[in-house]
């Protein structure tokens, strides 16, 4: 087989998701660690989530009925499930990359960081990695992104490096092409490490404070459901 042959066999068979499919699986995939008590993820507290204004690039806003779409979409492609529980007045949904791809909890935390902030170096990456997976090196995360390049078909691609910077960026394929969207951006590598520690501490702040917004919301919505 040529080598045009294989790369035109790589993209048909590698996953395609829209922006909003991409998001919602990565949302499902944060909560699951971020906010295990709320996990699986109700309609509106997915919507929330889509919609957070931290820890995402880029920001979105969407409705809970675009929210429910991109869910019957992969919902019928496998990638996420509705799931019942005993007790509940309201859906509950789970994403299913884990069991789809094979992905132990440090390769999916890299995977759904990428796919929430889109393209990163491994250093970005562990320093924003939170309560998603506690990496020891960003060896350890390098070794990650490298299980996830060498899947078939492959889920990150190291992107092209860029002039006047140090340290490669990754990027997920799940969209069908790797795009670096701050390749034009410049920044001072001698201070970026302290920056993004910094950052990943208040964005890690932040996350935390609008987890328990959350579990107060739906514990709320449970309450009032009682006298309904």
Not at 54 to 82: C, G, H, I, N, Y
Not at 199 to 220: C, D, S, T
Request: with cysteine.
């Amino acid at each position: 087989m040529s080598s045009s042959e294989e790369n035109a066999r790589e993209a048909a068979d590698a996953p395609r998701f829209d922006p909003a499919e991409i998001r919602v699986l990565a949302v499902l995939a944060e909560k699951e660690a971020l906010t295990p008590d709320a996990y699986p993820m109700s309609l509106n507290a997915l919507t929330n989530g889509c919609n957070q204004l931290s820890s995402r690039d880029p920001v979105m806003t969407m409705t809970e009925d675009e929210v429910r779409a991109a869910l019957q979409r992969l919902m019928e492609r496998k990638f996420a499930a509705e799931v019942s529980q005993a007790g509940a007045r309201v859906a509950k949904y789970e994403h299913r990359m884990r069991i789809k791809w094979a992905l132990e909890q440090d390769k999916l935390a890299v995977l759904t960081i990428l796919m929430l902030r889109g393209a990163q170096t491994a250093g970005e990456i562990r320093a924003r990695s939170g309560r998603l997976h506690d990496f020891a090196s960003v060896a350890s995360v390098e070794s990650a992104l490298q299980f996830l390049a060498d899947k078939y078909p492959p889920l990150v691609a190291r992107l092209p490096r860029t002039p006047g910077t140090k340290e490669a960026r990754y990027a997920a394929l799940l969209s069908g092409e790797a795009v670096d969207e701050g390749a034009g951006e410049t920044q001072d590598v001698r201070t970026a490490p302290a920056r993004a520690d910094r950052i990943a501490q208040l964005e890690a702040q932040v996350e935390r404070l609008q987890a328990e917004v959350v579990e107060l919301r739906e514990q709320l919505h449970r309450f009032r459901q009682q006298f309904e």
